[in-house]
């Protein structure tokens, strides 16, 4: 059984179909046929049955039934009507005996065929025979049925070809998207199955092709993130390799005692400087590990407080004061309690910070820098911080780029400390999404950064 149904399995399923099809229809026929050959063979014998009782009944009538009076033991004694074959009702005296002893009508068979006798009993106790032959009316049942065969088989035959040709017109857009989908199995994901039905299929079909369209969309994104991890660790390698050869470098000749006594001071340095970078490096770049970390990440949540923004920028744009005094930076921000967002205070202040050092770095010396913080409540209740300067600016081309990890601008445009190593805008952006927010690169004179954080409402509103 096990291999049966694995045979039949294995056949197509337009096979399948026109297979349960002809037998469905084949069954249905025999039932119809068994049935009405049935029916037509019980409505012949009960008219026939009802003829020779009424015979019985009608003696000396005209009829087309064989009368005989014959004693109980099915002798003759006397034929009162010959009809048909021109002999007695009953073929045989033990058939005619057979006759009297039964309570209804039965079927005999002699020398000359099958008759069917009924006997009625008379007042001098001799029994009224009817007798008719039956070999006609079963030449007709075997001629209807002889009929009834040939037309089921035709039947069947146009069954079988009508049930191929539905079936194949029917499975038509079943085989289109089989045949595509054994296309995009050899590999080309960007085909898509036709969907241009209503019906099962074509509900099929679309959900497979959404099925593909997030395979290949995960799978897109699956190489822009291989891509950006080598991109990200041949940087970090190239990075952390200047500052680690510079070192190797002073210690080599520190070690064959190539310098002088006079200029070991400059040697140790230079190393506390190259061990410092490489240590920032490390620390940006575990930052930046961090924050790629799905958002709610452990340790995160419990630093979330409601913090004034505005509170954050002046204390921001103090500390750059302090750092830079002869660059102007001017600070337009909103009354106190109107720039509440929820976040990482000390995390906020980094964001700040580094858009500040940024400036310092890229423009230069005594450029201007502008913040200006508001809270816009079209589009959403969102607190927005704009960061600009009057330096060179960034080329069109590249301005969405700037918030990629270690990317750096033409180092032409570098006025003052180009030793970075291109962390910083990328740490304020991850910083940024880690909140909810955007940040985003605006057109225009100089570089402007544009910053929105979803707006916190204040304590005693909640």
Do not use: K
Not at 2 to 11: D, Y
Not at 197 to 225: K, P, Y
Not at 432 to 449: K, L, Q, S, W, Y
Request: hydrophobic share 45%; net charge neutral; aromatic share 4%.
């Amino acid at each position: 059984m096990t291999g049966i149904a694995a045979t039949h399995h294995r056949r197509p399923l337009r096979h399948r179909l026109i297979m349960l099809m002809v037998t469905v229809v084949t069954t249905i026929l025999l039932i119809t046929v068994v049935a009405f050959m049935t029916l037509i063979f019980q409505l012949l014998s009960g008219e026939r049955d009802e003829r020779l009782t009424a015979a019985l009944a009608t003696t000396g009538e005209y009829t087309d039934v064989t009368l005989q009076i014959v004693d109980s033991s099915g002798r003759t004694r006397s034929i009162l009507q010959i009809q048909g074959r021109g002999g007695p009702a009953a073929p045989t005296a033990e058939a005619a005996a057979a006759a009297v002893q039964a309570a209804h009508p039965i079927t005999v068979t002699g020398p000359d065929g099958a008759w069917r006798l009924a006997a009625r009993p008379q007042p001098d106790g001799t029994w009224l025979l009817a007798g008719q032959p039956i070999d006609g009316e079963r030449r007709l049942h075997d001629r209807l049925a002889l009929i009834w065969c040939g037309t089921v088989l035709v039947i069947l035959l146009v069954t079988a070809g009508l049930t191929r040709h539905l079936i194949r017109y029917g499975l038509r857009p079943l085989t289109a998207v089989a045949d595509e989908a054994t296309r995009i199995h050899a590999g080309d994901l960007t085909r898509r199955l036709p969907a241009a039905t209503s019906d099962e299929i074509g509900q099929l079909a679309a959900a497979v092709n959404g099925m593909l369209d997030r395979v290949q969309t995960a799978l897109h994104e699956r190489q822009q993130a291989d891509e950006r991890l080598r991109r990200f660790v041949d940087d970090a390698g190239h990075e952390l390799r200047t500052p680690v050869t510079a070192i190797r470098g002073w210690a080599d000749l520190y070690r064959r005692g190539a310098i002088p006594d006079s200029e070991i001071p400059t040697a140790m340095r230079r190393i506390r400087q190259e061990t410092e970078r490489v240590g920032s490096l490390v620390d940006q770049l575990l930052q930046l590990a961090s924050l790629d970390q799905p958002t709610g990440g452990p340790g995160r949540q419990e630093t979330r407080r409601t913090v004034d923004l505005a509170e954050i920028v002046r204390d921001a744009v103090l500390d750059a004061r302090a750092v830079d005094a002869d660059r102007p930076i001017t600070a337009d921000l909103p009354p106190t309690g109107t720039g509440l967002v929820r976040g990482d205070a000390m995390a906020l202040h980094q964001v700040v910070a580094n858009l500040l050092a940024n400036v310092r770095a890229h423009t230069p010396p005594g450029t201007a820098a502008r913040l200006h913080l508001q809270r816009q409540v079209a589009g959403g209740d969102r607190i927005v911080l704009r960061v600009a300067d009057d330096g060179p600016g960034v080329p069109a081309e590249v301005r969405d780029r700037v918030f990629d990890r270690f990317f750096r601008v033409d180092p032409a445009r570098a006025h003052r400390d180009s030793s970075g190593a291109g962390l910083g805008l990328s740490i304020v952006a991850a910083i940024v999404a880690d909140h909810g927010g955007d940040i985003r690169a605006e057109p225009g004179d100089g570089f402007t950064v544009r910053i929105s954080l979803p707006a916190a409402r204040p304590a005693s509103a909640r």
